[in-house]
């Protein structure tokens, strides 16, 4: 179940990269029509407007959305045959299939709308919510049936909620970017029509608030003395923060190259990624088993 899960994960995080390079090519009309690809066919086909290679990355892209529900698919089926059974675990399992029909959908919305930019925002903002569900599913394969238990008092898991706030906030102000910046997914496409250095300016500004809740949040797990394993989850994560913010540095200086781009999704997927195993480190779940006192089967069995 762990192992699928964390395929779940890697799926979910690898069609938002092959998606912003739909986007930095400008293959996002490559296919006009959703489903098809063309006006009474499925796959591409020669046109005279669309250059071949173009179809074929907008196609290739859709095609990868069969086995992100391959992968969705098995991992709901493990979670069915977990024994016994947990109601958790199959909620988030059934999310991950959910998630990709929807997914599906909003592609091809987006394909009708002409890449409008705030349809690509929601499609993309859409793949992180399934990329942290996802990682949720890893940590729930682990878990037992018992109750959850806290592993930090309530003010620290205030932090990291607040945290998470802000990294939601940090992640819309990068999609504002990506929306007004010269990476439309196609030439014809307006772009949103707000200043890119003003838009950089706030980006930034929530990265260093981000960062400044993550050091607050490291002094606070010390100070309530959290478990190794938190701890660890906590340094990923500021090291993945880390590389991302110098690299969205390095991006802008450089104009937006399109690998830098691309890499950029990939950093903001990990990020998304650090952050839910964060979150979820809060809290275990234990076997029920686990939950009975020492000696207290040893009694039982004597009464």
Same mark, same amino acid.
């Given at each position: 179940? +762990?192992?699928?899960?964390? %395929? %779940?994960?890697?799926?979910?995080?690898?069609?938002?990269?092959?998606? *912003?390079?739909?986007?930095?090519?400008? /293959?996002?009309?490559?296919?006009?029509?959703?489903? @098809?690809?063309?006006?009474?066919?499925?796959?591409?086909?020669?046109?005279?407007?669309?250059?071949?290679?173009?179809?074929?990355? @907008?196609?290739?892209?859709?095609?990868?959305?069969?086995?992100?529900?391959?992968?969705?698919?098995?991992?709901?089926? %493990?979670?069915?045959?977990?024994?016994? =059974? =947990?109601?958790?675990?199959? +909620?988030?399992?059934?999310?991950?299939?959910?998630?990709?029909?929807?997914?599906?959908?909003?592609?091809?919305?987006?394909?009708?709308?002409?890449?409008?930019? !705030? /349809?690509?925002?929601?499609?993309?903002?859409? /793949?992180?919510?399934?990329?942290?569900? #996802?990682?949720?599913?890893?940590?729930?394969?682990?878990?037992?049936?018992?109750?959850?238990?806290?592993?930090?008092?309530?003010?620290?898991?205030?932090?990291?909620?607040? *945290?998470?706030?802000?990294? #939601?906030?940090?992640?819309?102000?990068?999609?504002?970017?990506?929306?007004?910046?010269?990476?439309?997914?196609?030439?014809?496409?307006?772009?949103?029509?707000?200043?890119?250095?003003?838009?950089?300016?706030?980006?930034?500004?929530?990265?260093?608030?981000?960062?400044?809740?993550?050091?607050?949040?490291?002094? #606070?797990?010390?100070?309530? &003395?959290?478990?190794?394993?938190?701890?660890?989850?906590?340094?990923?994560?500021?090291?993945?923060?880390?590389?991302?913010?110098?690299?969205?540095?390095?991006?802008?200086?450089?104009?937006?190259? @399109?690998?830098?781009?691309?890499?950029?999704?990939?950093?903001? #997927?990990?990020?998304?990624?650090? &952050?839910?195993?964060? !979150? /979820?480190?809060?809290?275990?779940?234990? %076997?029920?088993?686990?939950?009975?006192?020492?000696?207290?089967?040893?009694?039982?069995?004597?009464?």
């Amino acid at each position: 179940m +762990r192992r699928v899960a964390i %395929a %779940a994960v890697v799926a979910q995080a690898g069609i938002s990269v092959t998606g *912003s390079v739909v986007r930095v090519t400008g /293959s996002g009309l490559g296919c006009p029509t959703w489903p @098809e690809c063309f006006p009474g066919s499925l796959v591409p086909t020669p046109h005279p407007e669309i250059a071949a290679i173009t179809q074929w990355i @907008e196609f290739g892209n859709r095609l990868l959305t069969f086995v992100v529900v391959l992968v969705a698919g098995v991992a709901l089926l %493990a979670a069915l045959n977990t024994r016994p =059974r =947990r109601a958790r675990l199959t +909620r988030l399992a059934l999310i991950q299939p959910l998630s990709v029909v929807a997914q599906a959908v909003i592609g091809g919305i987006v394909v009708q709308l002409e890449l409008v930019w !705030w /349809s690509v925002s929601v499609h993309f903002a859409v /793949s992180m919510v399934a990329v942290w569900l #996802a990682m949720l599913l890893v940590d729930a394969a682990g878990d037992g049936d018992g109750p959850p238990r806290r592993v930090v008092n309530g003010p620290v898991r205030g932090l990291v909620t607040t *945290s998470t706030a802000v990294l #939601a906030a940090l992640l819309v102000a990068g999609m504002l970017l990506t929306a007004a910046g010269p990476h439309a997914g196609d030439s014809a496409t307006p772009r949103l029509d707000i200043g890119v250095p003003q838009l950089a300016q706030l980006h930034a500004d929530l990265l260093f608030a981000y960062l400044g809740l993550l050091v607050g949040l490291g002094f #606070a797990l010390r100070a309530v &003395a959290a478990p190794t394993r938190l701890l660890r989850r906590y340094g990923m994560l500021v090291a993945i923060v880390l590389a991302q913010g110098a690299l969205g540095g390095i991006q802008y200086a450089l104009g937006v190259p @399109e690998v830098l781009v691309s890499l950029h999704v990939l950093g903001a #997927a990990l990020v998304t990624i650090g &952050a839910a195993a964060l !979150w /979820s480190g809060t809290t275990v779940r234990p %076997a029920l088993h686990a939950l009975v006192e020492p000696g207290a089967e040893l009694a039982t069995a004597r009464t």
